[in-house]
């Protein structure tokens, strides 16, 4: 059976602890259909994933490195050491709870040069928990890791795993003139370990993180004829910071109605 995941930040744990107490709760009493996503900010410290380790011990955790947001850069040679310590963070956070995968996205900017150099901090970090994110493209936001064959060059070249966002495989499809199918199935053929998955605008590039049934994706075609049966689907809805899970709570109900 398909798994959905909420999705947070481990700087909640500071803004909003009680919402890591509703997610347990909620996730703990739907365990054969849920996991958690934590993303690790840098600064965490490891006393907060003690408490993030005491609370989810019997919950399944997947973890996600800072993005390009965080100062997070795979594909900038100058950023190797800062890069090394956010991930390593990642990685401590991996192990204290237990997560498989750890997604990490691949540099910022165009062409091969940025991703060899992933590949090459991706083979520095050298585990194999990693799972490569392929990312969005618009005028205003310059991603590598844009189409399957870029994946598929991250993946040979370091033998790392692969997590499929739809909406970033759309949004660079429209912006790139791909046909969306081709490119959803392409990315889908690359047979990824998990999934991220919000609604969005279909010929829209930018990523919009909306709450399922907000935007005009076709949800149902998505969940049926490109993830497998078994998938780890983290629900990336919602934008800032979150007050409670209640939308949460309704889209897992929207994903498992569509399912049927
Ligand atoms: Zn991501």
Redesign the pocket.
Known sequence: MRKYGFKTFSSNLRSNPKIFDDIKEYVGAHKDRMFVEFMIVPGTLESELSVLKDKFFDIEVRI?AP?HLLGFDAGNKGLELSNRKMFELSQTAADILNAKTI?V?SGCGQGIGTIKETVRQFNLFDDERIVV?NLPLGDDLKLSANTPDEVLYIKEHCGCGF?F?FSHALGAANYLGIDREEQLLGFYRLRPDVY?LCDGMIDETSDKHWHFGEGNYPLQHFVKDYTDGDAYITMETGQGAPKGIEPWIDDFEFMLEIEK
Do not use: A, R
Request: charged content about 25%; hydrophobic content about 10%; aromatic content about 0%.
């Open positions: 996600h993005h997604v996205h994110e997590c966002d991220h």
